[in-house]
């Protein structure tokens, strides 16, 4: 891994999936360091991996770290031929593609700390269609009302200076994505989602990876905010259980619905790295029993689609 300190800028380059690919090797090398140091003990483990089609990645993992129980980090960029099947599955414009991002999910330890999510990605089509896509999304096993509002707070003015319309789109977006409709309700508190932002149609492409670019950072470093401030608080036996239950929740969105998973296996991408977003340990009970007014509830109410984090909760303490 590369030595760097400061959040990594888009170098020149011949073209732009070159320019967007060389800062997405350098934006993993980043986000490694800024885990790491949150961390304190953990390190990412790489490995490097070749596609069939063309291309490869860098997986890195942490794992037994003194927050993070398991966390990834991944880097790809693959190229090839689908079949015609999957290109339809998938909304292709052609079977032929390019595709890049950095993917990342971390999961604590401490059932206090949440579940984080995000994921920045550049596609082109054999037609030559080119588009950006991404998002972030918090999971908290215990919703705290303040963090939330604060965490929303924060993507909300980094869309702001993009575009005024990001964040209510985006928002909304997430609200739908990321909703397991066997169990009416959402993964966790939201955040942005956003696919197919297309050159020339949604934005010149400086603009657009700019875009992506400030999502990363907004997401390094309000993870690692919410890292340092809730690690060292004191939980039970059933906070942990209710992790592993809740952690389930994550593992059936993932499986079913998460269409980053669905892109992996359907161009015969590399497995261990496609399923590096399953939590290490979870549990499904039948009929778990949720207590009414027990702190299990009041997260269980926040697991809606059209919460006003801006609004709808008290001020932050953060």
Known sequence: MSNLTSF???????????????????????LCQQLETTDGTGRFQEDAWQHHGGGGGRSRVLT??????KGGVNFSAVQGTMTEQAARVLLMPTPEYFATGVSVVQHPRSPLVPISHMNVRYF???????W??????????YVNEAQGRWFHEQIAEVCARHNPTYYARFKQ?????????HRQETRGIGGLFFDRLTVGKDGDADALFAFIRAVGEVFGRTY???????????YSEQQKQWQLVRRGRYAE????FDRGTRFGLETGGRTESILMS???QVEWHYNFPIAPNSPEAATQAWLRKGVDWLTETPRPAC
Do not use: K
Not at 124 to 130: F, L, V
Not at 227 to 233: G, H, P, S
Not at 253 to 256: D, S, V
């Open 8 to 30: 990594p800028t888009a170098a020149p380059a011949a073209t732009l999936r070159a320019s967007v690919e060389a800062w997405l090797r350098e934006f993993q090398d980043w």
């Open 132 to 141: 950006f896509g991404g998002g972030l999304d918090l999971t908290p096993i």
């Open 124 to 130: 082109e089509a054999g037609n030559g269609e080119a």
């Open 173 to 181: 977006w997430a609200d739908d994505y990321f909703y397991l409709p």
């Open 64 to 69: 037994h770290g003194t927050i993070i129980e």
């Open 224 to 234: 690692t905010e919410l890292m340092r401030q809730n690690a060292n608080l004191p």
């Open 278 to 280: 399953l939590p290490p």
């Open 253 to 256: 969105f993932n499986l079913a």
